[in-house]
């Protein structure tokens, strides 16, 4: 993680404080936030639209944050509060096991597959954070049943690794990538409903939107 | 000049006034003929309106990304249905009926006669308000141009037959079940239940909406997006509903407000029997079941709203409401998906009622030979309804694909199939619409 990025993660941890929203609630949003995380110095006004609608915080909420995160901003690196392990400690639980093989096939793999492979892992991690039992049983039911036939192999073994990182072959075409979303979204339905399954992929729509791979496939595609 | 301008104009202002009061004095007749004119006109408008009601109520139960294809069905099922029942549906209705099971005459009718005229607009409504009852219930997954097909056959075959058996024939050629002495004063079983069981028969053929039940055998509830729609809807049709069943008035008027006040006790009666099921049963004060009970009660009055005594109105009202929550969940047990809970508060609700007047028609209580009449018509409309409508669908599968494919499903009708989205700045899928 570069320097800036992990100045980011202090900047907004020491906003987010300054809200005095618990700590289940600080802990949800610097996650949501923490996917944009980037190389790139935070935009203050973009962090706390992102928060306020996330937690769907009041006007005092949202005056503190922004001052927070303006004062915070002006600080130094050192001077900072570092971001708790309480907080801390899951996400790099997740990103090392999605992040690497993701990134790692990133240079190689067309944008389709990359975009392909993180929505399915982003939807499954959802699943896994809101129930567990739930993921558990939809990783059974993957391994059961399968999803596209063409893709067996792949989904198989994807479904051995616990619904983390797929790997998708070269070969893959855009249709199939969309099939095999499709086919996953049909079986999240099942176990989660409709609706649910519908916010989860919104979600993982918008954030993967921002990604440098979308300007070369959306992610919209796969819906 | 000023003065006289002002003097013709309050001349050719009083001009029908006075006329009305020359003939009021010479044939008292033919001012309560144009009042009975007025008031049918009058219903015939709130019956219309009730329409806006039921593209709240359903537009509101739907997901957001469904909301133009079930409003727009509801515009097209009055526009095509009320086309087919004035080419066909009137004549099988109201048409000579010798056999007592179908008119034979006055296909596409035109009327020199004020009466007869107003009387098919009327009868033009409440076909539209039949087809209009299934779009809810098949909301989300039916495709639109099959569901037009599919409402065309029930305003103009589905619902003119039954009606030609309860309400059809004149003289001595009566319709079979009126000559058994059914009773029906606006619809409960002839508008609503047949509206109820062709929605079931259609729902039988398509399926639940993918996700809706799971294999393990879970609920998924689905909520709409909009339940401030629903309320209003709601209210729009409770307001409707006086022009609905208003149209039972005598010629002289005698009983306008026994039917008026009856059918306000009907939506009363509802929402109080909601919310107590709701209350017994401690599942919480759901707005949807509520809004749902006060329609449940009010067609549950429907079949006998100017032979009710008040008391009854109410009390037949507050089993409605029941009625509508309990059979939900029935419903829902036999995995039957109703996307706004149609069948409850058409289907069950209309046979409730028409069983209702039966037991309880005013001064000749429980009487044997009429409550027997009103279990017959009660079951020939669910045989009917339901078995004609599941052929008509699933013959209408064979040759045409009734339910969109998964992929339209998640994507949103109106996307998949109108290429419009109901609230654009909400919806991210802006995809290819023909995929």
Request: charged share 15%.
């Amino acid at each position: 993680m570069s320097n800036t990025s992990q100045l980011n993660q202090r900047i907004v941890y020491a906003g987010l404080v300054r809200t005095n929203i618990d700590r289940s609630a600080l802990k949800s949003a610097f996650e949501h936030w923490n996917k944009s995380n980037s190389e790139a110095p935070i935009d203050i006004f973009e962090v706390v639209d992102k928060v306020v609608g996330y937690l769907g915080l009041g006007v005092p909420e949202k005056k503190a944050l922004t001052l927070g995160l303006h004062t915070a901003s002006s600080e130094l690196y050192e001077d900072l509060k570092p971001v708790p392990e309480f907080i801390l400690g899951d996400l790099t639980a997740d990103t090392a096991s999605a992040a690497p093989q993701a990134s790692a096939a990133a240079p190689q793999q067309a944008a389709h597959l990359s975009i392909t492979a993180r929505y399915l892992q982003a939807v499954s991690l959802q699943i896994k954070r809101n129930d567990p039992s739930t993921h558990k049983e939809l990783v059974s039911a993957v391994a059961d049943e399968g999803l596209l036939r063409s893709l067996s192999r792949e989904v198989s073994a994807w479904a051995n690794d616990n619904l983390n990182a797929i790997n998708l072959g070269a070969s893959v075409s855009v249709e199939q990538c969309q099939e095999l979303a499709h086919e996953f979204y049909v079986m999240v339905c099942d176990f989660i409903g409709p609706v649910e399954s519908d916010i989860i992929i919104n979600n993982v729509i918008s954030d993967l939107a921002k990604s440098s791979e979308a300007r070369e496939f959306s992610p919209q595609q796969l819906l | 000049m000023r003065h006289l301008v002002k003097g013709l104009l309050i001349a050719v202002l009083a001009m029908p006034a006075l006329a009305l009061a020359q003939e009021s004095q010479a044939e008292p007749v033919g001012t309560l003929q144009i009042l009975n004119y007025l008031w049918i006109a009058i219903c015939c408008a709130l019956v219309l309106f009730m329409q806006a009601g039921f593209l709240l109520v359903e537009g509101g139960l739907v997901r957001s990304k469904n909301a133009v294809n079930v409003i727009l069905k509801n515009f097209t099922d009055v526009g095509l249905g009320t086309v087919g029942y004035w080419l066909i549906g009137f004549g099988l209705m109201y048409g000579a009926n010798e056999s007592g099971l179908i008119g034979t005459s006055l296909f596409i009718p035109t009327f020199n006669d004020t009466s007869s005229t107003l009387e098919l607009l009327y009868q033009m409504m409440f076909a539209a308000t039949a087809a209009t009852i299934m779009s809810g219930a098949v909301a989300e997954r039916f495709s639109f141009l099959p569901y037009i097909i599919g409402a065309f056959f029930v305003t103009s075959i589905i619902y003119p037959i039954f009606g030609s058996w309860a309400w059809g024939g004149s003289g001595e050629n009566l319709g079979w079940l009126r000559e058994l002495g059914f009773i029906d004063a606006a619809g409960a079983t002839v508008v609503h239940s047949i509206g109820g069981w062709c929605a079931l028969g259609a729902l039988i053929v398509i399926g639940p909406r993918t996700g809706r039940f799971s294999r393990k055998g879970d609920v998924h509830n689905i909520p709409g997006h909009s339940l401030p729609y629903v309320a209003l809807g709601g209210f729009i049709l409770w307001f409707g509903w006086f022009g609905f069943n208003g149209g039972a008035v005598n010629e002289d008027f005698s009983n306008l407000g026994q039917i008026l006040l009856n059918t306000h006790l009907g939506a009363i009666g509802g929402i109080c029997g909601a919310l107590a099921w709701l209350g017994a049963t401690k599942r919480g004060f759901l707005m949807v079941m509520i809004v749902n009970g006060c329609l449940g009660g009010l067609v549950s009055v429907t079949a006998g709203v100017d032979q009710l005594a008040p008391g009854f109105a109410l009390i037949i009202g507050i089993i409605g409401g029941i009625v509508v929550v309990a059979s939900s969940e029935v419903l829902t047990r036999f995995k039957i998906d109703d996307a706004v809970g149609a069948i409850s508060v058409h289907g069950f609700c209309g046979a409730w009622g028409t069983l209702a007047i039966g037991m309880f028609y005013q001064g000749d209580m429980f009487d044997a030979e009429r409550m027997v009449a009103q279990v017959i018509g009660v079951v020939a409309a669910l045989v009917w309804g339901l078995g004609t409508s599941f052929l008509i669908f699933s013959a209408l599968n064979k040759v045409m694909t009734l339910r969109v494919s998964t992929k339209m499903e998640q994507r949103g009708l109106d996307i998949s199939e109108h290429k419009e989205i109901g609230y654009s700045d909400f919806v991210i899928t802006h995809v290819k619409a023909d995929q």
